[in-house]
């Protein structure tokens, strides 16, 4: 069954440097989508990301952060100066259509740790 | 704005016996509902989802939810767990006509001999 892919699995960074997590989504899928879990909290939206453009995206979804789909095949979110409120285990997902009836299919996530 | 509640933080129990964990959802409009599993060190793994219909959910691995308008409940059950059923669970909503998943806290299931 195809799945989405995440790299690293986990990545360690100092507060204020860049960091990039990368995806692989379904190949067919159409819809993107990053989520994060503090350790210990709710499973949050940060952002859906749909024919190049960002779709929705929450309040937590700051200047700091972005999102790109450089090629047909990775989707990324970087965050520009990290903070230690970042650590956090981040989620990608995607799917085929949009609504309900489409579920998200999740990547096993990149644990990021800000020192 | 819609939400999930799971009250149950930790969920102990013995290989073969049966288990439910609850959910409770808010929200004034339509919703669908959903349960996640998330197995160590993977992702999340859709289990099952009520979208409409009958209110009795059946899902993979021997699980099944029950939708409960009147007390704005989607419980999960399983009649008989397995260790392999260790795992957190997440209780989820949609509203509206996107698919933007809004998470409970989960509800870690610990399966013992």
């Known amino acids: ?115 | 704005a819609q939400s999930v509640t799971q009250l149950d933080s930790q969920v102990p129990v013995f290989e073969e016996a049966p288990v439910e964990l609850r959910c409770n959802y808010s929200s004034s409009v339509s919703v669908y509902l959903f349960w996640y599993v998330q197995y160590p060190n993977q992702g999340l793994q859709l289990l099952l989802k009520y979208l409409s219909g009958s209110t009795l959910v059946k899902g993979i691995n021997g699980f099944e939810a029950e939708f409960n308008k009147s007390q704005t409940s989607f419980h999960l059950r399983k009649p008989s767990v397995h260790i392999s059923d260790t795992a957190e669970y997440f209780c989820a909503v949609v509203t509206g006509g996107g698919n933007k998943l809004t998470f409970g806290t989960g509800t870690q299931l610990k399966v013992e001999l």
């Open chain 1, 1 to 115: 069954e195809p799945e989405v892919t995440q790299t690293p699995s986990h990545q360690v960074t100092q507060m204020g440097q860049e960091v990039i997590l990368r995806c692989v989504p379904i190949s067919n899928h159409l819809y993107f989508y990053w989520y994060r879990q503090i350790l210990g909290q709710k499973v949050e939206f940060l952002v859906s990301f749909y024919n190049n453009e960002i779709s929705e995206k929450s309040e937590i979804f700051d200047d700091q952060f972005s999102v790109e789909r450089p090629d047909g095949s990775n989707f990324t979110l970087k965050i520009r100066s990290t903070k230690l409120e970042d650590s956090a285990m981040y989620f990608c997902a995607s799917s085929e259509r949009t609504g309900f009836n489409s579920p998200l299919h999740f990547g096993n996530g990149t644990r990021l740790t800000v020192t």
